[in-house]
């Protein structure tokens, strides 16, 4: 008796041995190791397939938000027209320079020139100022130079003569009058 409960004994420990070495073997490891790697592989797909959607998501905003701004702009143009540049001068009007040399600031001839000047037709704009003894009226007009001086009266033509006459510009050379003269 005392053999078989030895023997009995033997096999229990073989047998708890090899269910024991079976637990730690390399295949068991293995198998764990493949579920590990498969769990974090399955965890990568669906990371991709986020940054997918999301980046699909980001390319849908930004170009929702390029529609808008475009729209926006059609709708600027519609309601108020395109945009002007505001150092460009429109078409078909420019400016005049007239410098006089020499005269005093409050001569009745010079306000006399200025106030003619905005009578002539196809002026849009006069407006004067002074430095130095020098006068410069500026004139917005369609006209040139040339034309716009052909339009001044006798009267005043013969007080201002005609130094320089280009075709945004013209100097001219005030004349007193000696009334004795005449």
Same mark, same amino acid.
């Given at each position: 008796?005392?053999?078989?409960?030895?023997?009995?004994?033997?096999?229990?420990?073989?047998?708890?041995?090899?269910?024991?070495?079976?637990?730690?073997?390399?295949?068991?490891?293995?198998?764990?190791?493949?579920?590990?790697?498969?769990?974090?592989?399955?965890?990568?797909?669906?990371?991709?397939?986020?940054?997918?959607?999301?980046?699909?998501?980001?390319?849908?905003?930004?170009?929702?938000?390029?529609?808008?701004?475009?729209?926006?702009?059609?709708?600027?143009?519609?309601?108020?027209?395109?945009?002007?540049?505001?150092? @460009? %001068?429109? +078409?078909?009007?420019?400016?005049?320079?007239?410098? !006089?040399?020499? =005269?005093?600031?409050? &001569?009745? #001839?010079?306000?006399?020139?200025?106030?003619?000047?905005?009578?002539?037709?196809?002026?849009? @704009? %006069?407006? +004067?100022?002074?430095?130095?003894?020098?006068?410069? !009226?500026?004139? =917005?007009?369609?006209? &040139?130079? #040339?034309?716009?001086?052909?339009?001044?009266?006798?009267?005043?033509?013969?007080?201002?003569?005609?130094?320089?006459?280009?075709?945004?510009?013209?100097?001219?050379?005030?004349?007193?009058?000696?009334?004795?003269?005449?």
């Amino acid at each position: 008796m005392k053999t078989l409960r030895k023997l009995t004994l033997l096999v229990a420990l073989i047998g708890f041995s090899t269910t024991f070495a079976l637990q730690n073997s390399p295949r068991k490891e293995r198998s764990r190791a493949n579920k590990a790697t498969k769990k974090v592989d399955d965890t990568n797909k669906k990371v991709n397939e986020a940054n997918k959607t999301f980046n699909s998501s980001t390319d849908s905003i930004a170009q929702t938000i390029e529609d808008t701004k475009k729209t926006a702009e059609r709708l600027r143009k519609a309601i108020f027209g395109p945009k002007r540049d505001k150092n @460009k %001068v429109k +078409k078909g009007k420019g400016f005049v320079l007239i410098q !006089i040399d020499n =005269i005093a600031y409050s &001569n009745s #001839d010079l306000n006399e020139l200025q106030n003619y000047l905005t009578k002539i037709s196809g002026v849009k @704009k %006069v407006s +004067k100022s002074y430095a130095n003894g020098s006068a410069i !009226i500026n004139i =917005i007009t369609k006209e &040139n130079a #040339d034309a716009l001086w052909q339009n001044i009266p006798n009267g005043l033509n013969k007080i201002f003569i005609v130094k320089e006459m280009k075709e945004k510009h013209i100097l001219l050379q005030f004349e007193k009058l000696d009334l004795n003269k005449q």
